[in-house]
């Protein structure tokens, strides 16, 4: 059974910077796909960004703020995430889709595997 395990939330003034880090255990081979969604009260997850099939993806309203990316090594998958603003704070949960399957990658449902989620919260 896979396990995702997400940390680098926290409280960070906007402008400000945050990584959050997903390490995966459990699995032998690489996943096909990592994503990063986000959840506010009230609303779906949703689609923040993904490493698919070797390349990266972003929702309009991070491109050119957030990066994700990689370790292989260290299963781990990363979002490196800067100019932070008010309406960036959310939980943040990183899913793995295992094999492949299309390349829906903004879609929920898509995903094999979820963290727990972390918080992230941008003051003003």
């Known amino acids: 059974q896979v396990q995702l395990v997400e940390s680098g939330g926290g409280l960070v003034q906007a402008g400000g910077s945050l990584r959050l880090s997903c390490v995966a255990s459990?699995?032998?081979?690489?996943?096909?796909?990592m994503g990063w969604f986000r959840q506010t009260p009230g609303h779906e997850r949703a689609f923040i960004a993904a490493?698919?099939?070797?390349?990266?993806y972003y929702s309009d309203s991070v491109k050119g703020r957030f990066t994700i990316s990689r370790d292989e090594d260290k299963n781990t998958v990363y979002l490196q995430m800067n100019n932070l603003k008010p309406e960036d704070s959310a939980v943040y949960y990183c899913?793995?889709?295992?094999?492949?399957?299309?390349?829906?990658?903004?879609?929920?449902?898509?995903?094999?595997?979820w963290g727990q989620g972390t918080q992230v919260t941008v003051s003003s």
């Open positions: 459990g699995r032998t081979l690489s996943a096909y796909a």
């Open positions: 899913a793995e889709r295992g094999g492949y399957g299309g390349n829906y990658y903004d879609d929920v449902s898509w995903y094999d595997y």
């Open positions: 490493h698919s099939g070797g390349s990266p």
